[in-house]
Every structure is written in structure tokens, then in C-alpha cells.
């Protein structure tokens, strides 16, 4: 089995167990870690809490459901011969770090370098929230980024830099608060090229 096959793999069963899972099971569930911190689930102002949280876990985690490829599917190719960097900046994003699932808020900075084809630029805040809405490690979702870029684009190189404050870091462990946590991800020309890398840092900064 090769990795793309075993990632498939990975993602499939994933699907199934959070299907096996039912709303009742998960209400519960919120339940029971209510209790373990001291808590009363059944006392008026938590009755409904564990439906609400549910509620914004879809919202939270709705990435699992979405689809870069189909968000990127859309393209336009009238663009005049344009090849110069396209850039967006500082689109904010809300995700959860996977250890802890503790927020993590940020903004992330996208240039890519087109050929043939241009997207939307609102596709690229949506392709943002495919990944943040996911448990997430912010390194990986840098890398994920671009790579969903380059490959459905096409394109002739992506860079991707990611700034954002993890509150497991900054609200329990080692409490630093005001800490941010900076990554980067070039693919293509913009990975080979240090001029073309530079010119993203300056259209951002
Ligand atoms: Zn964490």
C-alpha cells in the first residue's frame, strides 16, 4: 500500500468511527468530562450544554467534510498573459491543535505564482478554513496548504506563511502569553528561487 493509498485508508476509517459515534453518545461524552472537572451536567445552567458544544463542534471541525479540490475546482484563464505573483494576506483563521485541542488563532499569508489559470480570491480564505477547521499541528497545515494549491492550480509555485498563537502554550503549560509561532511552506519556483521568495515577504510585510 503506498502512502496515498494509506492516507485514503487513514481518512475512510476516521469516517467510520466518528459515524459509529452517535449524538447521543457524543452529549454524553461532554458529559462525562463536565462531571470529571468537578461539574454538575444535570444543574440548570449545563442542561444544554452539551448539545451546544456538539453545535460548535460542527462548526469547528467542519474541514473533515469539505473538499480543497472542489473548492479550487472553479478557475479563470482569461487573465491577459498576467504571470506575475498573485497574494493574499493575513486571512484569519480559528483551528485546534491536535494534542491538546486547545485554539489556535492566526493569520495565514498565500502568494502564488499562476500559469494558464487563476482562482478566486475568496476560494483561497476557503481553502484556509478546509485545513484550520480541522485538529490541526500548524506546521502541517502550512504544508497542506500549498500543496493543496500547487497541485489542483497547477501553478508554477506557492508560498504559504502562517503566524498564530497556540493557547495551549499560552493559557496553561508554560503560560507565555503573547507568544506566536511562525511557518513557512514554498513550493515550485518559489522554493528554488530566493528573490521570488523575498518578493512575497515584501508584498506581505
Ligand atoms: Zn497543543
Known amino acids: 500500500m503506498n502512502i496515498i493509498d494509506k492516507t485514503v485508508k487513514k481518512e475512510r476509517d476516521s469516517d467510520n468511527i466518528s459515524n459509529m459515534v452517535s449524538e447521543n453518545d457524543a452529549r454524553n461524552a461532554i458529559k462525562t468530562l463536565l462531571r470529571w472537572i468537578g461539574e454538575d451536567p444535570e444543574r440548570e445552567g449545563l442542561l444544554e ?33 498576467y504571470d ?43 481553502l484556509v478554513d478546509v485545513f484550520a477547521k480541522r485538529l490541526q499541528v500548524q506546521e502541517k497545515m502550512t504544508a497542506q496548504i500549498a500543496n493543496a494549491l500547487q497541485s489542483n492550480l497547477e501553478c508554477e509555485g506557492v508560498a504559504v506563511l502562517v503566524e498564530a498563537e497556540h493557547h495551549c502554550m ?36
Not at 480559528?94 to 489556535?104: L, Q, V, W
Request: proline residues 4%; charged residues 25%; glycine residues 8%.
Open 49 to 81: 450544554t452539551p448539545k451546544r458544544v456538539l453545535k460548535a463542534y460542527k462548526e469547528w471541525f467542519a474541514g473533515y467534510n469539505q473538499n480543497p479540490k472542489e473548492i479550487l475546482s472553479k478557475t479563470f484563464s482569461e487573465v491577459d498573459g
Open 84 to 126: 506575475r505573483m498573485i497574494v493574499l494576506s493575513n486571512i484569519s483563521f480559528s483551528s485546534y491543535c491536535e494534542h491538546h485541542i486547545a485554539p489556535i488563532s492566526g493569520k495565514v499569508s498565500i502568494g502564488y505564482l499562476p500559469k494558464d489559470k487563476v482562482v478566486g480570491l475568496s476560494k483561497l480564505a476557503r
Open 170 to 205: 499560552c493559557t496553561r503549560g508554560v503560560n507565555k502569553l503573547g507568544t506566536s509561532m511562525k511557518t513557512s511552506y514554498f513550493t515550485g519556483e518559489l522554493k528554488k528561487d530566493i528573490a521570488k521568495r523575498e518578493e512575497f515577504f515584501r508584498s506581505i510585510s
